[in-house]
C-alpha cells in the first residue's frame, strides 16, 4: 500500500519557521512529482510547492515564494517543506501529494496528483 506520512506540524508565532516532512512508504519505484498544499477551513485546496523526480520543475506558490523552501531527501524517502517568517495567513492543514507517473508534469494543481497524506497542522501561537 502507497501511503505519504506527513510530520513536522505544531504551534508557531508569527516570523518563526517549521520544518514539515513527508515520508514515502510502499513505492516499489520511485514516485514522480511531489508536492505541498494546504486548506483552511471552507477554501479550496492551494498549491504551496512543487518539485519532479531530479530536483527538478521546482515550483512555488507566489503567497510563499523566498519564504518557502522543498527538498528531496532521495535516501531517505522523504520531501521536506522548510518554512520560515510564518505569518498568521500560512497557518493551516498542510497535506502531501504525489503523482503515481514519472512522466506527469502537475504543478501545483492539486487535481492532478493521486496520492495524498493525511496532512499535518500548523497553528499560530500568539
Known amino acids: 500500500e502507497i501511503q505519504l506520512i506527513e510530520s513536522g506540524g505544531g504551534s508557531v508565532q508569527s516570523g518563526g519557521s517549521l520544518r514539515l516532512s513527508c515520508a514515502v512508504y510502499?513505492?516499489?519505484?520511485?514516485?514522480?512529482?511531489m508536492g505541498w498544499f494546504r486548506q483552511a477551513p471552507g477554501k479550496e485546496r492551494e498549491g504551496v510547492a512543487s518539485?519532479?523526480?531530479?530536483?527538478?520543475?521546482?515550483l512555488y506558490a507566489a503567497s510563499v515564494k523566498g519564504r518557502f523552501t522543498i527538498s528531496v531527501d532521495n535516501a531517505e524517502r522523504t520531501v521536506y517543506l522548510e518554512m520560515n517568517n510564518l505569518t498568521s495567513e500560512d497557518t493551516t492543514t498542510y497535506y502531501c501529494a504525489a503523482v503515481g507517473l514519472k512522466n506527469v508534469r502537475p504543478g501545483l494543481d492539486p487535481d492532478r496528483y493521486n496520492i495524498w497524506g493525511e496532512g499535518t497542522k500548523v497553528t499560530d501561537s500568539s
Open positions: 510502499g513505492f516499489t519505484y520511485s514516485p514522480g512529482c
Open positions: 518539485v519532479c523526480p531530479g530536483g527538478e520543475d521546482i
